[in-house]
């Protein structure tokens, strides 16, 4: 079993690692020639759009704290990009949008998107409730703008499913969080038909609306993406995916533990209730 900080996600990565190399070459070439021309040393963010992974976990980490979390805290509470990174290998990066730009808010599934509104948080002319509005946008579920354009049936939801399913699987085939009944194929059909059993699934649990808790919600104030680790929600299992993402390779943690407290309905390993759910389920 490998660390979270080793997992690999299918999608996206390819383009990430690419980038963060570019701009690392593009930095170094760059001040060398500075230093020649004796005019100092230039930042990589003055020479290339901040659009990596490594400023986007650092934006949102910094923006998006307490009860608007994005993504869990080291074991000791304090501030751990390791797991955004993990996650954020998933998303495409996307066209990078300057924030805050003349065109509106960003959208799309990508780190472009979620960076856009990762500093949208953060900025002070957005008002005292630009946490609660902004970081669900700029968190893994990419709620409300943060979605597949090009899918008009693309929603957080969506975007919960083809983070669950993958690393769940991927990490332990015999964790099947939700069962879209392809049993031959490859990897991809197997997972590809359980997305669809997961999106099926959540979208009907969503139909009368409470399933998840938006911040920028009146009626949701004080709750986060994060702050609920029990209750038939979608933030529940949120919390659990990431949980499960963060502690993969600990005995007694991981996907084979947490996993299965992301399926609907919740269960725990052995097939018990497990903690995303009402008490009456």
């Not at 701009?23 to 005019?39: D, E, K, P």
């Not at 960076?115 to 709620?143: F, I």
């Not at 709750?223 to 680790?229: E, H, I, R, S």
């Amino acid at each position: 079993m490998r660390a979270a900080n080793a997992k690999v996600f299918r999608r996206g990565l390819g383009v990430v690692v690419l980038a963060i190399v570019a701009s690392g070459a593009g930095a170094t070439a760059l001040n060398g020639c500075n230093t020649i021309l004796g005019i100092g040393p230039a930042t990589a963010a003055s020479i290339a759009e901040p659009l990596t992974c490594p400023n986007y976990c650092n934006v949102v980490a910094q923006n998006c704290q307490g009860t608007n979390a994005e993504y869990l805290p080291a074991a000791d509470g304090g501030v751990d990009t390791t797991l955004c990174m993990t996650i954020c290998q998933s998303f495409s990066l996307g066209m990078y949008s300057p924030y805050p730009g003349d065109a509106g808010p960003a959208t799309g599934n990508t780190v472009s998107c979620r960076l856009w509104h990762a500093q949208a948080a953060g900025d002070p002319a957005n008002g005292p409730t630009a946490p609660q509005t902004h970081c669900p946008h700029a968190g893994p579920l990419g709620y409300g703008f943060c979605t597949d354009q090009s899918d008009p049936n693309a929603t957080f939801i969506t975007n919960f499913c083809q983070l669950d399913v993958p690393f769940c699987y991927e990490q332990d085939p015999r964790v099947t969080v939700y069962n879209g009944g392809a049993t031959e194929g490859n990897t991809a059909t197997i997972e590809s038909a359980d997305e669809q059993a997961c999106q099926s699934a959540l979208s009907q649990a969503d139909a009368d609306g409470g399933f998840y808790h938006y911040s920028g919600n009146a009626l949701d104030a004080g709750v986060g993406d994060l702050t609920n680790t029990s209750g038939n929600t979608l933030n529940c299992r949120l919390w659990h995916f990431e949980y499960a993402v963060q502690t993969n390779g600990i005995q007694g943690q991981g996907p084979q533990t947490h996993c299965p407290h992301t399926e609907y309905p919740s269960v725990n390993a052995a097939g018990t209730p497990g903690p995303c759910v009402t008490p009456d389920d």
